[in-house]
């Protein structure tokens, strides 16, 4: 089974989502095969590299909040953070393009390295004191810790055309997909989830998912007159049967609708 994440390094509810459903999926009986997939979403799209700016500021001018308020719901966030078993800084930390973030991480993903580096990149994001806005060489050093080649990572970030592609493409299906907030889950494209949302709902979402999978379970009917069988008329590879004769009618072949 594969589940997909569409979040962003910039969004708090992401990294406190990310963790709760690793503890769901933690004690999921068939955790070792599920497949976990992330995926790029730019909750600002188009920013510049080199716009920067704290957190409480960029707050108060996007949703016309006060300070006071900016402040309040930071250390809302610590709190649920902290629950979750995160750290969390409240005050202090930047805001900026994750883009570079989101290219790096579709690089991570070819050599195997994708959740490792998302991990260190939210820490470092919302928990660490050195920014990782418009700073390539606090990327590189990501990187190399996530056990990818910092050269290799570094040519990356050079080259702006280098994943962007990738990224454009999750941003396009997850609007196909009718996302319009992160973080957003999707399982097997069958089922979704969108918000960081308790343990206990991703055990259900998890477990709702897994038993789609499972194989087609027959309702047996009563035998009809003469028939040793399930009772109901049926067309094969080689044709319909017409009752009473074991003769075929000519008429092809029926798939089942699920």
Not at 79 to 92: D, E, F, I, V
Not at 228 to 257: I, L, N, Q
């Amino acid at each position: 089974m594969r589940v997909e994440i569409w979040s962003d390094i910039a969004c708090p509810w992401c990294y406190v989502g990310k963790a709760r459903f690793e503890k769901a999926l933690a004690a999921f009986p068939h955790r070792d095969q599920v497949e976990v997939v992330h995926r790029s979403f730019e909750l600002d799209p188009g920013r510049a590299k080199d716009d920067v700016q704290p957190v409480i500021a960029m707050l108060t001018r996007k949703y016309g909040m006060s300070e006071a308020q900016a402040e309040a719901g930071e250390d809302n966030l610590g709190t649920q953070a902290a629950a979750a078993g995160l750290p969390y800084r409240t005050r202090g930390r930047d805001h900026g393009s994750t883009f570079d973030m989101h290219r790096l991480l579709h690089f991570a993903r070819e050599r195997g390295r994708q959740a490792e580096l998302l991990d260190l990149l939210y820490r470092a994001n919302f928990a660490e004191e050195r920014s990782v806005f418009d700073d390539d060489g606090r990327l590189v050093e990501l990187a190399g810790a996530a056990g990818l080649d910092a050269d290799a990572a570094r040519e990356v970030l050079a080259d702006p055309a280098a994943y962007a592609d990738e990224v454009r493409a999750d941003e396009r299906e997850a609007a196909r997909l009718g996302a319009n907030g992160v973080p957003f889950f999707v399982l097997d494209r069958a089922y979704g989830v969108s918000g960081a949302q308790p343990a206990e709902v991703f055990t259900q979402a998890l477990t709702q998912a897994w038993q789609a999978r499972a194989p087609l379970a027959m309702v047996q009917g009563a035998p009809a007159a003469g028939d040793g069988g399930d009772g109901g008329d049926a067309c094969g590879p080689d044709g319909c049967a017409v009752p009473g004769t074991g003769e075929h009618d000519g008429r092809g072949t029926a798939g089942a609708a699920q």
